[in-house]
């Protein structure tokens, strides 16, 4: 992904976390605090076991919406971003609705109607491709997967 129309400006990977607001249980997803930073200090690991950095992250989905993580221009907008679209998780609330309005008039964070899809309408089928086919087909031939998957 390039963030800058300099054309020596390096790009970056897509990393699209995909989550629900809540897991099982109704435990919340988004969470202050994550629970492997707790093992690895009784375990005495030099870092929390996590398989994706936070700062990693491009793009958080959810129900709720899309942050367009890589557009945050500081750590407080990067939070208010994953804010917006935490749903009625305790992160979730504790975004000020101005600041969810002036995140999606910029574009940092829609929700579907800003897609032009209504939540009534929303179905897996428009969120899903139903086979690796149909996500060549999306991306316009963008996207070459490797033999394996190929089931054509």
């Not at 400006?9 to 897991?23: A, I, S, W, Y």
């Amino acid at each position: 992904m390039i963030t800058e129309p300099d054309p020596m400006q390096r790009g970056k990977k897509l990393v699209v976390q995909m989550v629900e607001t809540f897991q099982a249980g109704v435990k919340p997803t988004f969470v202050e605090t994550l629970d492997a930073v707790e093992v690895a200090k009784t375990s005495g690991m030099p870092l929390a076991p996590v398989m994706i950095y936070g700062d990693d992250v491009t793009h958080v989905l959810t129900e709720e919406g899309i942050a367009y993580l890589y557009r945050a221009e500081s750590l407080e907008e990067r939070r208010a971003m994953v804010a917006a679209v935490a749903g009625i998780t305790d992160i979730g609330l504790g975004v000020d609705a101005k600041r969810v309005a002036a995140l999606r008039q910029s574009g940092k964070v829609v929700y579907p109607e800003d897609l032009g899809i209504r939540r009534s309408d929303a179905t897996r089928s428009l969120l899903a491709a139903g086979s690796v086919a149909e996500l060549v087909e999306w991306s316009d031939g963008l996207y070459n997967p490797p033999a394996k998957f190929r089931s054509w």
